[in-house]
C-alpha cells in the first residue's frame, strides 16, 4: 500500500446508510461534520428527526438523538486516546451547537 492513503470514510458513511435503512427516513446523516473552522471533523454525525421515533437496527437501539461516530481503520487501535478523542468531540459539539 505504501504512501496510498485510502479513503475509508464514504464507505462507512454508505455502509451506514445501508445498515439503518428501516429508520433512514426518520435520521438525518451529516458526513465529516466540522465541529470548528480546523480540521476537527466528526467522521458520521446521525440525528434522529423525531425523538420518539424506534430503530429497527440493534445499533440503532442504542441512539439517542445526536449521535456521534467514529469509524477506525483497520490499521487504527481502539485504545483510551480514541476513547478521549471521541469524548472530546462530543464535548465541543454539545458546545458548539448550543452557542449557534
Not at 434522529?48 to 456521534?68: A, S, Y
Request: hydrophobic residues 35%; aromatic residues 12%; contains cysteine.
Amino acid at each position: 500500500m505504501g504512501d496510498t492513503k485510502i479513503q475509508w470514510h464514504p464507505g462507512f458513511v454508505a455502509a451506514m446508510s445501508l445498515e439503518f435503512e428501516d429508520n433512514r427516513d426518520n435520521l438525518i446523516f451529516e458526513k465529516e461534520y466540522n465541529l470548528n473552522t480546523g480540521p476537527l471533523e466528526i467522521d458520521l454525525l446521525v440525528i434522529k428527526k423525531e425523538p420518539g421515533v424506534r430503530m429497527v437496527n440493534d445499533i440503532g437501539k442504542l441512539f439517542r438523538g445526536h449521535n456521534i461516530m467514529e469509524y477506525k481503520s483497520p490499521e487504527d487501535h481502539m485504545d483510551i486516546d480514541a476513547f478521549y478523542k471521541a469524548t472530546a468531540y462530543g464535548c465541543l459539539y454539545k458546545e458548539l451547537s448550543t452557542n449557534n
